[in-house]
């Protein structure tokens, strides 16, 4: 069984179409009922549909015509899902008769299709965005604002006890101690917080600008691959798809090559950008916002999904 998570309809269809010579096709009418008319056909002999859709009414014909039929909005979405769930199997049953089908991204070349079981990261960054809003976060990262003046009150009390004491007691000079320890401690907690909130903002710059530059691709890892796939062909939210990382299932993703990344641009590319250069600007931009956080790596094969889910 396929936990479908991703489906990119419109690939699977153009890449079914072409090596089955066509694919079925329908129409709808909805009614003011809400009920959609159904008239379907289809230009190919649609290769085990007729099975796979043997229950209830038969949808398709021998001679590849469908019988006209009604269903609800509800019936429709159900239909179309479970036929393009099934079309991915079709698909991969017919890949190798035509096509170069890979198991391991460090053997495929551009554009071979691959077959991809493996563990991964999920990259959302507007997700990310909204994860990192500081002022909404600074209370459950340790972000205490009174530190400082606690600080500065507890040295302005040890002040007045040094300048007081000119010669203290040993009882005296524990509680002094005492007082610097907790005033050094402190001081690290509030310079760690610090650089926290600072590591979080600067994150926080990242992901808003690679919102801009992604802002209709989610970016999944994987080992040798980087998977750019649509946000609007996910079945899940955003939401849900993020907490797939703790998931200990590997991932499968199905795709094509679409480009191999021999090496990522470093940072003086831009000082070595000639006039006539300017159309690659956006894969510079790309690879140095993506490569400095390790999303990006040379060799990766860039990977254009058709379905991911798990096994």
Request: proline share 2%; with cysteine.
């Amino acid at each position: 069984m396929k936990d479908y998570i991703y489906l990119d309809e419109d690939l699977l269809n153009s890449n079914l179409a072409q090596l089955q010579r066509g694919l079925p096709t329908h129409s709808q009418v909805e009614d003011s009922t809400g009920t959609n008319k159904f008239s379907n056909s289809s230009s190919s002999n649609a290769k085990g549909i007729d099975n796979f859709f043997g229950f209830g009414p038969q949808l398709l014909k021998q001679n590849g015509e469908i019988d006209g039929f009604e269903m609800t909005s509800s019936q429709k979405e159900v239909l179309n899902s479970v036929f393009h769930d099934y079309a991915v199997d079709l698909l991969l049953e017919s890949i190798p008769e035509y096509e170069r089908f890979i198991t391991d991204a460090q053997d495929a070349e551009e554009g071979d299709f691959v077959y991809i079981k493996d563990k991964f990261l999920i990259y959302d960054f507007n997700h990310l965005s909204k994860v990192l809003d500081i002022n909404e976060i600074k209370p459950f990262v340790g972000a205490d604002t009174s530190a400082g003046k606690n600080i500065k009150d507890l040295s302005k009390e040890l002040q007045k006890i040094q300048s007081k004491v000119k010669n203290p007691t040993n009882e005296q000079k524990a509680e002094i101690e005492n007082m610097k320890t907790i005033i050094n401690g402190l001081k690290a907690a509030e310079e760690s917080n610090k650089k926290g909130i600072e590591n979080i903002e600067l994150i926080k710059k990242f992901a808003d600008y690679s919102n801009n530059l992604f802002s209709q691709t989610t970016l999944i890892r994987v080992n040798s691959g980087l998977v750019y796939a649509k946000k609007d062909c996910f079945r899940n939210s955003i939401e849900q798809i993020s907490m797939l990382t703790d998931s200990k299932r590997n991932i499968t993703i199905f795709g094509t090559v679409s480009a191999i990344k021999e090496k990522t641009h470093q940072n003086d590319s831009m000082a070595s950008l000639k006039t006539e250069d300017i159309y690659a600007i956006p894969s510079i931009i790309n690879d140095l916002m993506l490569s400095s956080f390790n999303i990006l790596k040379e060799k990766d094969r860039l990977i254009k999904p058709i379905a991911i889910f798990f096994e």
